[in-house]
């Protein structure tokens, strides 16, 4: 099953969240570059101090514990989220009559 989502995520190429076992740390940001047996090859991004640096490195499939996804986030500053109300029309979902519940 892990093997089909890490797949499903290098072809659809969203950055997710890699939980490596025999290392027992999360790498964040993580692309999915390719799969090619058991090994999987992944980019990401490491910020120390005042250096970015770059990183590509290959893991076993075996060694990858967990892969997660953001699917959203919020602002903790003192900013007013926006509502369905503030969406373009045509992504508001439309409202439901009260004739239709009655059928």
Known sequence: MLHRKIYQFCCDG?????FLRD???WIDGVRILDIEG????I???TDDEDELSSWE???RLE?????SQKIACVSRGNVEPLVSDDCPEAEQIPKRSPDLNQE
């Open 38 to 41: 058991d090994l999987v090859t």
């Open 23 to 25: 290392q027992q740390r």
């Open 57 to 59: 490195d290959m893991f």
């Open 63 to 67: 060694s990858i514990g967990a892969v």
């Open 14 to 18: 969203r950055e997710v969240s890699i």
């Open 43 to 45: 980019r990401y991004e």
